[in-house]
């Protein structure tokens, strides 16, 4: 069978009013870039008809490939298995409500025609949803931007276009707990942004209440930073810190006949010094702790780009 030369991957969770209208959509953006590709639909464990109006459709077109789910695993979970099965030089994800229109694919085939590896679709503008949401979202991204150690762009989703030397890097990343636009960030290459109005989504609601984003924004943090970890360091030094400041001050005040700290200064005093040493001891066990989650994730040591056999070209 041929290979296409782009795949797009869109995850799927209970969308069975969405699919027919987000497959005729990219459909027909496909033909008009005229390249080859395939549609990989992967059914998150639905509920509603999506598997059966996935199955249709696989049947109809056989650029669409279907990927059916034996129960819910979540959505970067779906679009994971996407890029596993994607054969593509260059790989889409994007949401199946059509909230990341089709009608922005041309543009990021075009950066990637352009020679960029990595081109993610930067929202400008989103229509359709709560202020709520809005704000989590806001307050998410910058904290991840704060206390990540990789350079995750604002306002960016998991709407983008890779290459396929990318895809292969992630998909050798097999990390439980996955945060994709981190990864994609963390491999490097060249990467480009490309704006896009985020359109309300066209049937549905949110699939993403607020349990799951929470649980979406502590992968987030906890896979690319060990921030939380030495929390317990930092507040032990500050803990033990006020301490060892505050006993030369209680002493010369009790030898100058103040009552004012009589008895339970010293107590207080040992407290706190020894609650500030335990922070800190906790906080080393979380700096051992964070290395073995960091050889745990078995993440490549380093992504080359270039090797010395390759041919150099000029570009
Ligand atoms: N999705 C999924 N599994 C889930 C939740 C969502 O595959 O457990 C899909 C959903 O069908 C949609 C995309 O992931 O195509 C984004 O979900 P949603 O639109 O609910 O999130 P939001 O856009 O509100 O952040
Ligand atoms: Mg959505």
Redesign the pocket.
Same mark, same amino acid.
């Given at each position: 069978m041929e290979v296409p030369s782009i795949s797009i991957v869109?995850?799927? #969770? !209970?969308?069975e009013t969405t699919i027919p209208e987000f497959y005729r959509r990219v459909r027909e953006v496909m033909q008009s870039i005229g390249d080859s590709w395939e549609l990989i639909l992967?059914d %998150?464990g639905s509920q509603d008809g999506s598997s059966e109006r996935i199955r249709e459709l696989a049947r109809q077109d056989h650029h669409v490939r279907r990927v059916i789910f034996a129960r !819910?695993f979540?959505?970067q979970i779906?679009v994971t298995a996407g890029l596993d099965y994607a054969r593509g030089q260059a790989v889409i994800i994007m %949401?199946? %409500?059509l909230?990341d229109p089709p009608e922005t694919i041309p543009d990021l085939v075009q950066k990637w025609r352009e020679g960029y590896e990595v081109v993610y679709a930067v929202r400008e503008k989103r229509e359709g949803e709560s202020w709520f *949401?809005l704000f989590t979202a806001s307050i998410f991204y910058r904290l991840i931007y704060r206390i990540t150690d990789v350079t995750i762009p604002m306002d960016v989703g998991d709407f983008r276009l890779m290459d396929r030397t990318v895809v292969d890097v992630i998909n050798h990343m097999r990390e439980k707990h996955r945060f994709l636009r981190g990864m994609a960030a963390w491999v490097g290459f060249r990467q480009v942004g490309v704006t896009y109005q985020r359109a309300a989504?066209f049937a549905g609601e949110? *699939? #993403?209440p607020l349990k799951k984003m929470l649980k979406f924004a502590s992968d987030a943090v906890t896979s690319f930073s060990y921030f939380p970890l030495q929390m317990a360091t930092y507040l032990g030094f500050i803990s033990a810190g006020i301490s060892i400041l505050a006993i030369p001050v209680v002493v010369v005040l009790r030898l100058a006949g103040s009552q004012a700290f009589y008895g339970q200064a010293t107590t207080l005093l040992a407290v706190l010094f020894l609650g500030g040493v335990q922070l800190i001891s906790l906080g080393i066990l979380g700096e051992y702790i964070g290395r073995l989650y960091d050889e745990a994730k078995g993440r490549p040591l380093y992504i080359v780009r270039e090797e010395p056999e390759d041919v150099i070209n000029e570009t």
């Open positions: 869109a995850p799927i #969770y !209970n969308e992967v %998150d !819910n979540g959505h779906a %949401d199946s %409500d909230q *949401k989504r949110t *699939k #993403y």
